[in-house]
């Protein structure tokens, strides 16, 4: 599906943590991948996008399910969900980490999304590109990256969801994106909408899933 035109998407900011192929399972000198309940995978709170080239993996998610990591198959993984990890013999993996922020709610209530599709070019070429460019500092850079990912998570949606907007907070996104680099305060910008600083507060972080504050730092390092 083509995400470039959503609008849920359009503010969004993409960090990536890492676009990397790694070996792991039980042959010398690899990494032991098993974890256990009382040891979480550290990035359980990144989206990941796992491409299986070669063997073969399980994880475990928090409500007890086991989920098969095949070869030649892709996995969208959503943050908070992993519980423990095994590979009982060897598992070449392809994968990218990162956060959204900016985004009105969390990825699974915007988009109808599936777990699972087939291995492709197009998906380990946009990979490629995630991979060469997310460490370099540059616009054209960013730019590559944010197309990338939202390429890829294309991939992996069916649908979209209808979400509780309030368009008047979209006037208040630009407003920030025109002014980041000013002395914005918080009460300012809830007097623009007639409301509380508190309830603003809590209307933004409801709709952003973070706060007004973050938002506005978080645009400040983009410049």
């Known amino acids: 599906m083509n995400l470039f035109n959503n609008p849920m998407l359009a503010k969004a900011r993409f960090v990536v943590s890492g676009c ?22 550290i990035e359980l ?7 299986i080239r070669e063997g073969y993996g399980t994880y475990c998610t928090k409500d007890g399910e086991t989920v098969e990591l095949k070869a030649g198959r892709c996995y969208l ?17 392809y994968y ?12 699974e209530d915007m988009l109808i999304l599936r777990r699972e599709v087939a291995e492709s ?11 060469n460019d997310f460490t370099q500092d540059s ?21 979209t969801r209808q979400l509780n907007t ?11 994106d025109g002014h980041c680099t000013s002395d914005i305060s918080i009460d300012r910008l809830a007097k623009r909408l ?17 706060t007004a504050l973050e938002y506005i730092i978080g645009k400040r390092i983009g410049r």
Not at 22 to 40: C, F, I, M, N
Not at 125 to 130: G, T, W
Not at 143 to 159: D, H, K, N, P, R
């Open 194 to 210: 007639g409301y509380t600083k508190e309830y603003f507060s809590v209307r933004f972080r409801t709709l952003y899933n973070t």
């Open 96 to 107: 990218l980490q990162f956060k959204i922020e900016g985004v009105p709610s969390r990825l």
């Open 77 to 93: 993984v959503l943050p908070d969900t992993i519980q423990s990890t095994r590979c009982p013999e060897y598992m070449r993996q």
């Open 139 to 159: 616009v054209s850079a960013r730019f590559s990256v944010y197309g990338g990912i939202l390429a890829l998570l294309g991939e992996f949606v069916t649908g």
């Open 45 to 51: 709170n990144y989206i990941r996008i796992w491409c």
């Open 20 to 41: 990397y192929e790694a070996e792991v399972g039980k042959r010398p000198g690899l990494y032991h991948w098993d974890t256990s309940p009382q040891e979480p995978m």
């Open 121 to 131: 070019e197009r998906i380990l070429s946009l990979l490629d590109i995630i991979h």
């Open 166 to 176: 309030d368009t008047r907070f979209e006037d208040i996104l630009d407003y920030i």
